[in-house]
T-cell receptor
Framework: NAGVTQTPKFRVLKTGQSMTLLCAQDMNHEYMYWYRQDPGMGLRLIHYSVGEGTTAKGEVPDGYNVSRLKKQNFLLGLESAAPSQTSVYFC??????????????FGPGTRLTVT | AQSVTQLGSHVSVSEGALVLLRCNYSSSVPPYLFWYVQYPNQGLQLLLKYTSAATLVKGINGFEAEFKKSETSFHLTKPSAHMSDAAEYFCAVSDQGRGRRALTFGSGTRLQVQP
């Protein structure tokens, strides 16, 4: 199993450009999440999905959109990038409720710089 | 609402010394708590988790944590630090009840190990 993978690993955007970050998991997990990591702030939840075709906002959703057309993929879009979106983005997935396994599995991250 | 506080953004210890990383949580219901480790330029890896089965939890790489309800704490310890333990450590609490099951993270503690 590859686990959780993210594409791309690095990206530099100019203000106003758009891009999509791709997250894929091969563990058949229902739940998927997008977090951003900024120095001194830990990880903050951007959007999440509890199943194919469903998405919802987290704590810091402004400026981002997401889609979950297939169970294994969770896309994060930036329609018009801003310097404040310079960050490291992590995708995570989690098994469904059954059982006591409740941790999330994280991808390697995407480092995004907006100039 | 839940929250996690990690005391000390940077901790420095000598190789072979005790490692103590502090985490306090706020939750209105019994929490599920996690410690994750992030090595430079990598994603987050689960160290250990508390899910109410036992108050002393043993994790990977010789780390353990003790859940103390009276102190609302879940401090991470390791008896003898190794150079390879240098990383950033995050404490997190899981959402309770049904729903998104997201994690709320502390701001992280960077551990430095001096030779």
């Amino acid at each position: 199993n590859a686990g959780v993978t993210q594409t791309p690993k690095f990206r530099v955007l100019k203000t106003g450009q758009s891009m999509t970050l791709l997250c894929a998991q091969d563990m058949n997990h229902e739940y998927m999440y997008w977090y951003r990591q900024d120095p001194g702030m830990g990880l903050r939840l951007i959007h999440y999905s509890v199943g194919e075709g469903t998405t919802a906002k987290g704590e810091v959703p402004d400026g981002y959109n997401v889609s979950r057309l297939k169970k294994q993929n969770f896309l994060l879009g930036l329609e018009s990038a801003a310097p404040s979106q310079t960050s490291v983005y992590f995708c995570a997935s989690r098994p469904p409720e059954a059982g006591r396994t409740k941790e999330q599995y994280f991808g390697p991250g995407t480092r995004l710089t907006v100039t | 609402a839940q929250s996690v506080t990690q005391l000390g953004s940077h901790v420095s210890v000598s190789e072979g010394a005790l490692v103590l990383l502090r985490c306090n949580y706020s939750s209105s219901v019994p929490p599920y708590l996690f410690w994750y480790v992030q090595y430079p330029n990598q994603g987050l890896q689960l160290l250990l988790k508390y899910t109410s089965a036992a108050t002393l939890v043993k994790g990977i790489n010789g780390f353990e944590a003790e859940f103390k309800k009276s102190e609302t704490s879940f401090h991470l310890t390791k008896p003898s630090a190794h150079m390879s333990d240098a990383a950033e450590y995050f404490c997190a609490v899981s959402d309770q009840g049904r729903g998104r099951r997201a994690l709320t993270f502390g701001s992280g503690t960077r551990l430095q190990v001096q030779p």
